[in-house]
């Protein structure tokens, strides 16, 4: 499926794309000096599709989305590139015109519902303000469509829990509220940043079931941004591995899971269990710790954490920031050749 592409430079918006990020920087102003958390990167997200983000805390995941939905704070962030969503560029909008997107055609879930859900309202008056502030709904008519939001995401008797407060719902119905919350505008693109992390398994897998049946129903596009591959296996179409606020690897989840061929993918994929592999044997974690975005390291970015910088030649490695590459398809940001990547992830994966 080719319904993402993901690219390292392409300037000038694209014809066909839905949301298009291109050659985005972002710095911001803190009082040990400047953070450049995003540095060059390009992506696309077209209608109906899920790209999953993923990489460590601190590789300008977040802080990506932040943008898009204009939630930067404008005195200390210094934004270039561009964030098209349709006709409209987004990295030089109007508060106004942001405020006119959010929550309406883009809307965002988070980790943890109960720091975005008002514990002194009911759930219905929440998602109900949303409904007709964006629509002009009268309050029945918010009402009702709160009600229906609710049993779409499946809350039993959704007729009188409408007037329940937050703290009466358990973990994974509180993030249930919160994605009826996100919906009811019928937005375009949904923006999910770790929205299953705080939940047990269980309810996480229905979390996730919940989001791929409502895509399947209206189509909206999500950008699911994740640390666990495991999420981005079971949801996303296409995955963008981000590593210090750039693009490591990027294709179908078949081929970043199947194939892999950057050092850090393969750190990532070897830092989680694998079914059917014996319990006695160790993960493997990644050596070291994600760069300081106050001064990142020259050259590749993961060359101080990686195993292979002799391999591919430490004067490349050190010095020479490698780009994504191909343009389009599956790319990945390393100077290994083609040969050495098939061979080392074969090792890699033929480990138990
Ligand atoms: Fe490792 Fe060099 Fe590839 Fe970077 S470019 S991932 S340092 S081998």
């Keep these: 499926m080719t319904a993402v592409t993901l690219s390292q430079s392409s300037p000038g918006r694209r014809g066909d794309s839905f949301l298009s990020v291109q050659d985005l920087h972002i710095s911001f102003q803190t009082e040990d000096g400047v953070v450049r958390a995003v540095d060059g990167l390009s992506f696309e997200v077209e209608k109906g599709t899920t790209l999953g983000i993923v990489g460590e805390s601190g590789s300008g995941k977040s802080v990506t989305n932040l943008a898009i939905l204009g939630l930067h704070n404008r005195d200390r962030t210094e934004i270039h590139g561009e964030i098209w969503f349709e006709d409209q560029e987004l990295t030089g909008a109007s508060r106004t015109a942001l405020e006119g997107l959010r929550g309406n ?17 009911t759930v219905g008056r929440q998602i109900s303000e949303v409904y007709r502030k964006h629509k002009g709904a009268s309050k029945k008519e ?8 609710l049993e779409r995401v ?7 829990r409408v007037d329940d407060y937050p703290h009466h719902f358990s973990g ?16 375009d693109l949904l923006i999910a940043d770790e929205p299953t992390t705080a939940l047990d398994v269980t309810v996480q897998a229905q979390v996730l079931d919940l ?31 981000m590593y210090a606020g750039r693009a490591a690897e990027r294709g ?95 090792q890699i994966k033929g480990r138990p």
């Design 154 to 160: 499946g809350i039993p008797n959704a007729r009188t």
């Design 105 to 121: 055609r883009i809307a965002m879930i988070f980790q943890d519902p109960l720091t975005s859900l008002s514990p002194y309202h």
């Design 142 to 149: 918010a009402r009702d469509r709160a009600i229906e939001m």
């Design 252 to 346: 179908t989840v078949r081929e970043v899971l199947g194939e892999a061929r950057h050092p850090y993918t393969w750190g990532l994929l070897s830092s989680v269990p694998r079914l059917g592999s014996p319990v006695d044997v160790p993960l493997t974690p990644i050596r070291g710790t994600p760069p300081s975005m106050l001064n990142p390291p020259s050259g590749c970015p993961f060359h101080p954490r990686c195993e292979y910088v002799r391999l591919a030649g430490p004067e490349l490695c050190v010095h020479q920031r490698p780009d994504l590459s191909p343009a389009t398809g599956h790319g990945d940001a390393c100077y290994l050749t083609p040969k050495q990547k098939q061979e080392t992830f074969a």
């Design 172 to 187: 994974g119905m509180r993030q249930r509220v919160m994605i009826a919350m996100a919906l009811v505008c019928d937005p």
């Design 211 to 241: 989001l791929k049946d409502l895509q399947q129903q209206t189509g909206t596009s999500i950008i699911l941004i994740t640390h666990d591959l495991g999420v981005i296996a079971r949801t996303a179409h296409q995955v963008l591995v």
